[in-house]
Nanobody, 116 residues
């Protein structure tokens, strides 16, 4: 499974960005897809995940501001980020988890920078 993410950039606080991540390869094996982020000097943390059936999970810090969605026909996951804060600045990584054995696949990160 290969993951290609795009949509990062520089935005002012209060603004919005939309990330997308397209999966290719053995996409039939994927169950959960999601987004993680890593800020400088910090550990990578979960942002949001969505199962094949549409069940979602969010970090408390983004609830009410971020929305994860998925188009199974396109093997693509999206992250709509609204009301962005400077603390959302990080490299955002797309993730896919295999259905059978839980193997995690990672895309190259995309930088999101929120200026105050």
């Amino acid at each position: 499974v290969q993951l290609q993410a795009c949509g990062g950039g520089l935005v002012q606080a209060g603004g919005s960005l939309r990330l997308s991540c397209a999966a290719s390869g053995s996409t039939f094996s994927i169950n959960v897809m999601g987004w993680y982020r890593q800020a400088p000097g910090k550990q990578r943390e979960l942002v949001a995940t969505i199962s094949y059936g549409g069940s979602t999970n969010y970090a408390d810090s983004v609830k009410g501001r971020f929305t994860i969605s998925r188009d199974n026909a396109k093997d693509t996951v999206y992250l709509q980020m609204n009301s962005l804060k400077p603390e959302d600045t990080a490299v955002y990584y797309c993730n896919a988890e295999a259905r059978l054995d839980g193997t995690h696949y990672w895309g190259k990160g995309t930088q999101v920078t929120v200026s105050s």
